[in-house]
């Protein structure tokens, strides 16, 4: 096999997904809306998206369903003709998707028909986020006894830096959750966490290349493909919603293939958007709270968070928002490569 081969097949992998999964588009959103299953506004969020209430979600499925069959698929193909399975290892972050969406599937139904639908929330902050933890400290252990990964890797150094499990298991668990409440903070505006989110992946099956890791590569660009398809029917004026079935999952999924290059510290560079939305929620309540406290008056530093919200506010359109953040990605993911290559 020549070494361009496992590239070519890598890379082609995002356009074979993307042809298995937008035919379907049409005929699942219609199924959503035939069960009702549509997005509430929250009430605490713009009032120019009170027109999107009743918009198909839960799209995170047209992204996890066909990367589910198409990894097994090759699995499968591989281990009938008596070659190798694709990386065992890759049943790991497969399973963080499978298990992030369950998660986000009630989420969103929580969010729809449950007690607190009327203003758009789901289920409990508490409960979700100690499933999150749950597991993500699974993931976390997983690679670190079974696969044997417990590595982080810097810029301009060769070889990678062992830790110790003890130490790993807690950081890593915390990449994956960071990583999935930080995507679904992104997820608020026409196209904006999967335009993200593609960059993301994109950038980590270049650094896989790099690492000719080609499995996990493989693994990173179907979803990119599978990310385009859902575009095709997210993008402004959205027709469906990625939901946390899809945000939550695709944010913990990523935390995971980080952490499988070792280069998970370049996550704060390649995943700068779903970063700096994050930060701002943070500063933002910090700012409130502390202002009230001990000068008893609310001072806030952004219009709204998350911060496409503030952007929106200050008179950027949705589009402008969505195109901007993502050049911001497309740049970053660029320098991130750069970083991992030296």
């Excluded at 589910?68 to 499968?76: D, H, K, Y």
């Excluded at 130490?167 to 904006?192: E, H």
Aim: glycine share 10%.
């Amino acid at each position: 096999m020549s070494d361009t081969l496992p590239i070519f097949f890598s890379i082609s992998l995002a356009s074979i997904t993307f042809v298995i999964t937008v035919i379907w588009g049409s005929p699942f959103i219609r199924v959503l809306r035939r069960w009702k299953i549509g997005k509430r506004i929250r009430v605490d969020g713009p009032q120019t998206h009170y027109y999107k209430t009743g918009t198909p979600t839960m799209g995170g499925l047209m992204v996890s369903v066909p990367v589910l069959i198409v990894t097994l698929v090759l699995n499968f193909v591989r281990l009938t003709r008596g070659g190798e399975v694709q990386g065992l290892s890759i049943l790991l972050p497969l399973g963080v998707l499978v298990a992030y969406g369950l998660l986000g599937i009630w989420d969103d139904w929580e969010g729809i028909h449950g007690r607190r639908a009327k203003t758009g929330e789901g289920m409990l902050g508490r409960y979700k986020f100690m499933f999150q933890w749950i597991i993500a400290l699974i993931a976390a252990v997983v690679l670190s006894y079974v696969f044997d990964i417990h590595s982080i890797a810097l810029p301009g150094y060769l070889n990678k830096f062992e830790l110790n499990p003890l130490v790993y298991i807690p950081i890593a668990a915390f990449v994956i959750v960071s990583c999935s409440n930080a995507m679904n903070m992104t997820d608020g505006l026409d196209g904006l966490a999967g335009l993200v989110s593609v960059t993301c992946f994109a950038t980590y099956g270049m650094i896989a290349i790099l690492q000719q890791q080609w499995f996990l590569s493989q693994f990173n660009f179907t979803i990119v493909g599978a990310l385009f398809a859902f575009l095709w029917y997210n993008v402004h004026p959205a027709s469906l919603f990625m939901g946390d079935t899809g945000s939550g999952a695709l944010g913990g999924v990523l935390g995971v293939v980080a952490l499988m290059t070792g280069q998970w510290l370049l996550l704060i560079v390649i995943a700068i958007v779903p970063f700096a939305e994050t930060l701002s929620v943070m500063i933002q309540v910090a700012s409130a709270k502390l202002s009230r406290r001990y000068l008893g008056v609310d001072l806030r530093p952004f219009k709204m968070s998350p911060l496409h919200h503030h952007f929106e506010l200050i008179g950027w359109s949705e589009t402008q928002v969505a195109q901007r953040f993502w050049l911001v990605s497309i740049m970053a993911g660029l320098f991130g490569i750069a970083l991992a290559s030296l």
